[in-house]
């Protein structure tokens, strides 16, 4: 297993070495090893448009989404409000109304 860092620029684990730099081949950014170390204190969360998210944002689903452990699909517009970014793979925690507390990833929703 690769102990490289996720490219900072799309987040992908397929990085490698190529010479004194690392690169992504799905995005083809370039970076220094050196620079990975400061990106990874400075994480930015992003919605599905590129917004910038923070904690206590209130998001609106843009896709219909299936809940495991539930009868019915989260629907497409549902607004979620007052939502935490944690650095996880569902990088949102939050409380939906007839749902319960579910993780989001931040992927799937637009900043309302």
Known sequence: MSDLPHCPACGSAFTYVDG????????????????????????????????????GDSVTVIKDLKVKGASNALKAGTKVRNIRLVDEDHDIDCRIDGFGPMKLKSAFVRKA
């Open 20 to 55: 004194a730099m690392l690169a992504c081949p799905e995005c083809g950014h370039e970076w220094t090893p050196q620079a990975a170390s400061t990106d990874d204190a400075a994480r930015v969360h992003r919605d599905a448009v590129g917004n910038v998210l923070a904690d």
